[in-house]
């Protein structure tokens, strides 16, 4: 498993929000660095996604435990 450069717990947040703290600490991250971001809105499995594509990040591996939603994004 990868060790993220930072990590961001999004957990309980509801849309924007996730997208919204993910973009700012995506913003301190330099180029090829990671981002882990936890989060637990449903909403987000399509959000952070087409978010990352949006920016040109690339989403390194995402998975769902116990209602917590991961994903490891690296910053372009």
């Known amino acids: ?14 849309c924007p929000m996730p ?3 993910t973009k ?8 090829g660095e990671v981002l882990e971001v936890q989060v637990t809105d449903k909403g987000a499995l399509a959000d952070i996604p087409a978010w990352a594509k949006a920016g040109g990040h690339i989403i390194l591996d995402h998975y769902e435990e116990a209602g917590v939603i991961t ?3 690296q910053k372009a």
């Open 24 to 31: 700012k600490a995506i913003d301190t991250l330099k180029a």
């Open 19 to 21: 997208i919204v703290k």
């Open 71 to 73: 994903f490891l994004i």
């Open 1 to 14: 498993m990868m060790k993220p450069n930072l990590q961001l717990d999004a957990k309980g947040l509801s």
